[in-house]
């Protein structure tokens, strides 16, 4: 018995324009109908998450920053939470100026569960991090604020070229490091990720993974796709996340993941 939906958002919820579809907002509203929880889980922040689920749901669950915070969506509990050390934070930071020193299209800014912290108002990452509700803030130096960080994240506006890639896999060479779409490059502590989440609903929910139906898209869902004996991959996905899941459901452009719903009779 399914007792819990868990899907990334980015390509995978949302279709292309960032938006929910029509159809994904019935089968929203269904999932709060029969009683399931719904569990985003994506590399936004808190905001980006809570204003485009909010409307339409009144309870469910936030598994923000690729699982390095999670959360109710009524901000009453944090369920669980990986931040950095002071003392690695400060090398990721300093091995992360060296990279971005090289390449001048490459800009990186610290995160909590609210905020990207950014040392270079660069225009084109800061609409981006607004297009998802981002709060940013500008600091002289992310060194000088420390407090809460849980990811360190890279962006390109003209996507990420494989130079980029070899430089920043030389970064944190002890933690977990995800390209995110094309434009974007996560680094977090060692084994979190968005699999946390299952955990989670396992120890404050009893909810087992076997009663979960879990959807993703890219190199960051990888671990939560395979935590699932019912997880979809979309149709889109690279052939490595594929591989990851154990069915494929159609793209997000066509509304893959209420069409998998509607097939299980999760959604009418």
Not at 180 to 188: A, E, L, R, S
Request: aromatic residues 8%.
């Amino acid at each position: 018995m399914i007792k819990a939906i868990i899907t990334d958002f980015d390509g995978t919820l949302l279709n292309n324009r960032g938006t929910l579809s029509p159809r994904t907002v019935s089968a929203l509203k269904a999932i709060e109908k029969k009683g399931l929880l719904f569990v985003a889980a994506s590399g936004r922040f808190y905001g980006g998450i809570h204003r485009v689920v909010s409307p339409y749901l009144s309870k469910s669950v936030y598994c923000c920053n690729n699982g390095t915070w999670i959360e109710t969506s009524n901000r009453k509990h944090v369920l669980d939470r990986t931040v950095f050390s002071d003392e690695e934070l400060i090398v990721l930071l300093r091995q992360a100026k060296a990279v971005t020193d090289r390449f001048p299209d490459l800009f990186s800014f610290s995160c909590d569960a609210d905020h990207a912290y950014v040392e270079e108002p660069n225009g084109e990452l800061v609409a981006a991090l607004l297009r998802a509700h981002t709060k940013t803030t500008v600091l002289p130096s992310l060194e000088n604020y420390r407090r809460n960080i849980c990811k360190l994240s890279f962006f390109c506006h003209a996507g990420m070229r494989q130079e980029h890639l070899d430089a920043l896999e030389q970064i944190g060479l002890a933690h977990e490091r995800f390209q995110t779409g094309d434009q974007w490059f996560d680094i977090q502590k060692k084994g979190v990720t968005k699999a946390n989440v299952l955990a989670v609903l396992r120890d404050r929910y009893q909810i087992r993974p076997e009663e979960t139906l879990v959807f993703g898209d890219s190199f960051n869902d990888i671990e939560m796709l395979a935590a699932s004996p019912n997880s979809y991959a979309m149709s889109h996905a690279p052939t490595l996340v594929k591989d990851s899941a154990c069915h494929l459901a159609p793209s997000n452009e066509a509304d893959g993941v209420a069409v998998i719903l509607e097939s299980l009779g999760i959604c009418e």
